[in-house]
Each structure stands twice: as C-alpha cells, then as structure tokens.
C-alpha cells in the first residue's frame, strides 16, 4: 500500500513539474528532443557552401571561369531558395515542417553548358530526395529519413 502510494506521488510530481514549466513559456524537454523548436533562425541570413555530397568530400567547388564556390542560400521572408550549383545559378521553394522537416520544391537553374556537371547533377537530386535536416547555425546537413546526410554544408 505505501509502494503504490509513492508512486501516485512520483507520478504527481512530474505531471506537476511538466504543466509548471509549460506555463513559463520555455519549451518542455520533449519539444527540444523532438525537434519542435523552430531553427528556421539558423538557416537564413548565411551562405552555406557545399563540402559534402553523398558521402564524398567536395574540394574543388569551383567547376566555374569565376572561381565561385558551390552554395545555398535561404530567403525566409518568400521561403526560397537560391544559390550556384558549379555551372549554373538556381532558385527554387523551400517549407520547414515540426520536427526539422524541409521540402524543396520548384528548383529550377539556368542552362549554362559546362564540362563537368555531375556535382550539380547530384545536387539537385538531393533537393529533390532530402526529406529533413539537421543545423547547429554552423553546419547544415541535407538528409533522407535516417540515411547517411545526402549533403553537408557550412555557412560562410
């Protein structure tokens, strides 16, 4: 009888501790293990140059006469995208879902002719595949479910 006692008591001061911290207007533990806080703060305003792409280390982003390097950049006030993929300029839609969700849709680039464009080739199919992400302000991974990040980024 005092066991279970003591355990409707626990029991209590948890649910009580949860609706306290609620209340303040922090988010609970759970909101920040699920993901729930919005990050979309730590994607705009950079630009975030490409390093990695399915598992391989990007070196030379510049395919290009200028040098450019290979980037993304994100506009939250339209929810864009823009950014050079190595050969061609690109744009497109972007929407943040609960728990770090994205989906890029409409991405369409120029049709400049370059030598080599498997890069970009890649990186617009992860657009078309990533369906989260993962962004510490710093780095800004592109991935699929639970798979290797399609795509690592680093803001400039």
């Known amino acids: 009888m005092l066991r279970t006692f003591s355990i409707i008591c626990s029991v209590a001061v948890l649910i009580l ?8 207007g922090e ?13 979309a703060n730590l994607l705009t305003g950079k630009k975030w ?4 792409l399915n598992g391989v280390i990007i070196t030379d982003t510049s ?3 200028d040098k450019k390097p290979i980037f993304l950049e994100f506009k939250d ?10 050969c061609n300029g690109y744009g497109g839609n972007y929407e943040l879902k609960e728990g770090n969700r ?5 991405v369409v680039s120029t049709m400049m002719a370059c030598e080599n464009t498997e890069t970009e080739v890649k990186l617009f199919k992860v657009y078309e595949t990533a ?3 993962f962004s510490d302000g710093k780095k800004l991974q ?9 795509a690592v980024f680093e803001a400039q």
């Open 17 to 24: 501790a949860c609706n306290s911290q609620k209340q303040s």
């Open 27 to 39: 988010p609970a533990i759970t909101d920040i293990v699920l993901g729930k806080n919005d990050t």
């Open 49 to 52: 140059i490409l390093k990695e």
């Open 63 to 65: 395919t290009n006469p």
């Open 77 to 86: 006030s339209a929810k864009t995208i823009n950014g050079f993929g190595g």
């Open 102 to 106: 994205i989906q890029f849709s409409q």
């Open 131 to 133: 369906d989260n992400y």
């Open 142 to 150: 592109l991935n699929k479910a639970k798979m290797a990040p399609l």
